[in-house]
């Protein structure tokens, strides 16, 4: 493929490699997995392509490969990402611009903010995400309880006692596990205030991850749907990389602020 052009940005942690192209095909699975290698690659939870869109009224279309090459339906926090990306071209912003990206799990709407530092925060209309089920696993001496969600992917909202340990010992099995056919991402979740929780994401592709943009969305609509926390006001989820502010209306429909940050910009021999 040669040389490729790239931006490295960063949500909470949660860290990716944004890549311009006029055909998604310009970055294959296989490539993308071997850019992200932290070792031997660039490093990086994902690869983002941004392509033009299939519509004039869009601003652009993203397409994300996880870090193992996999190819999810959709990233919140890279979509922050990607916004930050468009309305910047590698600059400062400097006023809040609004515009629609397409993704495989529909068209979401950006509002970039400047957030005086360099960076900004994002707020996402990130649609309607819903509950659609419960689901035990048992694994070892291990019973997971979950409630699933959709929020474009699949997620699995356990909000029993739980360690890091947990997490990696049995994260790997859960978002494999034959109940789920296209897999989960696995949300482990300690509800600390009607309008706060904490959450460790196991990532569907990455593994733990610094940050989840959808997994937040999934766990708050799943708390607002068991009545532990509020509709339409703004629910505090603390992942590892720091906090996201999700709000639920009651239609189901969610929306999500966080911030986004340019990292680097680079060419690497692909």
Request: charged share 20%.
């Amino acid at each position: 493929m040669g040389a490729l052009r790239f931006a490295k940005y960063e949500g909470l942690g949660n860290d990716f490699l944004v890549v311009d192209t006029k055909s998604e095909g310009e970055v294959s699975e296989a490539s993308a997995a071997k850019l992200c290698d932290r070792r031997r690659g660039v490093g990086g939870d994902g690869v983002l392509l941004v392509s033009p869109p299939s519509s004039a009224a869009n601003r652009a279309r993203m397409r994300v490969i996880n870090a193992d090459g996999s190819v999810p339906e959709m990233c919140g926090n890279g979509l922050r990402c990607v916004a930050l990306h468009l309305a910047t071209a590698g600059a400062a912003p400097t006023e809040p611009t609004e515009f629609t990206v397409e993704t495989d799990a529909g068209p979401k709407v950006c509002v970039v903010a400047p957030d005086g530092g360099g960076g900004a925060e994002i707020t996402i209309d990130m649609g309607v995400v819903s509950v659609t089920g419960e689901t035990s696993i048992t694994i070892d001496d291990r019973t997971f309880a979950f409630v699933t969600a959709d929020a474009g992917n699949p997620h699995a909202i356990y909000t029993g006692p739980f360690t890091r340990a947990d997490a990696e010992r049995f994260g790997h099995a859960l978002a494999t596990h034959p109940s789920f056919p296209r897999g989960s991402n696995i949300e482990l979740v300690a509800q600390t205030s009607p309008t706060r929780a904490e959450v460790l994401v196991w990532e569907r592709g990455v593994g733990i991850t610094l940050a989840c943009g959808t997994g937040a969305c999934a766990t708050a609509r799943v708390l607002t749907s068991l009545g532990r926390s509020p509709f339409d006001e703004e629910i505090t989820i603390e992942l590892l990389g720091g906090p996201l502010a999700i709000r639920v209306a009651r239609d189901g429909r969610v929306r999500m602020r966080g911030p986004a940050r340019l990292a680097f910009e680079g060419v690497v021999n692909a």
